[in-house]
């Protein structure tokens, strides 16, 4: 799949800031106006801890009927994070290696979940928005907490959730996604409503607190980063 919108990738914070800045006007908040046939998840693997001399990354991404969650196609790349770890920045390490594995799909998926926030963010542009804006796509981000903000103890139930406030408005929802285990954090990247995030959260995750596209996607994802560490490897591509 190809981008709808490009742009370049920033060297400072400086500049990775005015990206932000120019970008933020485009997100848009909107029902989903048929089902979704697909839904993919993105992850990213590091070779190292934040601020380790380790800087190697692998993205994969992984497509899934939505009835059934069978895997319909994948694609990962490998490579550098080229941007330092600055908190309210972490777009900027991951985006480039996830674009090049999006690039990989033999298919344009119709929904994209993001291990990551998305305006769930101090400049309400995560991950999730960034990447819903240059793709053109339904974007949202499940995150296994929350980022910021303040909210209410969801009840045990599969399917309870909880809003999120930040500086006056709803920015994410805490949402139960088996009984009694540890919520997720959902929200909006691009061109989708919160109800209708959550509502294919809980569709993608029906037996573990995870959904199936955040699961699988990490487990390739460190797949392909073990296979970059192999002597026998290449240079860094997405396959």
Known sequence: MELQREHDWPSTEEQAYLVQQELRPLVRTAPLTTPPRTLAGLDVAYGGSHGSADDRVAAAVVVLDAD?????????????????????????????????????????????????????????????????????????????????????????????????????????????????????TVSTGHLITLDDACALVLRASPHYRLPETTRLSDRLSRTALAAAASPADASPAAT
């Open 68 to 184: 059934t969650l069978e895997v319909l196609d994948s694609a990962t790349a490998v490579g550098t994070a080229g941007f330092p770890y600055i908190p309210g920045l972490f777009a900027f390490r991951e985006l480039p290696v996830l674009i090049a594995a999006l690039r990989g799909l033999r298919t344009t998926p119709d929904v994209l979940l993001c291990d990551g926030q998305g305006l769930a963010h101090p400049r309400r542009f995560g991950l999730a928005c960034h990447l819903g804006v240059l793709a053109g796509l339904p974007t949202l981000g499940v995150a296994k907490t929350p980022l910021l903000g303040s909210w209410d103890e969801p009840g045990p139930a599969r399917g309870d959730s909880s809003d999120v406030h930040d500086g006056g408005e709803v920015v994410a929802r805490v949402l139960r996604t088996q009984h009694g285990v540890k919520p997720v």
